[in-house]
């Protein structure tokens, strides 16, 4: 019988969140995200997108491929605007801080619990086999 049940891990996993929803990346991205959303730049370019895309819709149910390819290219014109605004290439970092401290833990995880299983059963942490993988590779060898 396992040492842990699933809830606790889940409770470990939600302690966790909270240590993570912490850290100075996390208060970077809310700082940042809190800036977006005052900027008026943005949020006219983000204003004036949103109608575009409306117009695309009603263009593309009418088939008028021409005006369609303008607006589309207006809205990618809009949307580099707003990617060259310093605080949205802040906030675009941030995320990427975020992500990055999410992906590690993640991968922590993961290769701590490969390495436990392997110890456990015995195996080679070097070569990444179980103790029954190399059983199982010493009797075809043996063979």
């Known amino acids: 019988m396992g040492k842990y049940k699933k809830t606790e891990i889940i409770d470990k ?40 895309q409306k117009q695309a819709v009603n263009l593309q149910n009418y088939g008028k491929v021409n005006m369609l390819q303008k607006v589309e290219e207006k ?43 392997i110890k456990s059963t015995e195996g080679d942490l070097l070569s990444g086999k179980t103790g029954s993988q190399l059983k199982n590779e010493q009797r075809i060898i043996s063979k």
């Open 75 to 117: 809205i990618e014109e809009l949307q580099k605007e707003i990617d060259e605004i310093p605080v949205v290439q802040e906030f675009k970092d941030s995320q990427v801080e975020v992500n990055d401290l999410l992906q590690m833990v993640t991968h922590t995880i993961a290769n701590t619990v490969t390495n436990e299983i």
């Open 13 to 52: 996993a939600r302690e966790l969140a909270k240590m993570i929803s912490e850290t100075e990346e996390v208060e970077y991205f809310k700082k940042a995200e809190a800036k977006i959303n005052e900027n008026q730049k943005v949020a006219q370019k983000i204003k004036q997108i949103k109608a575009l």
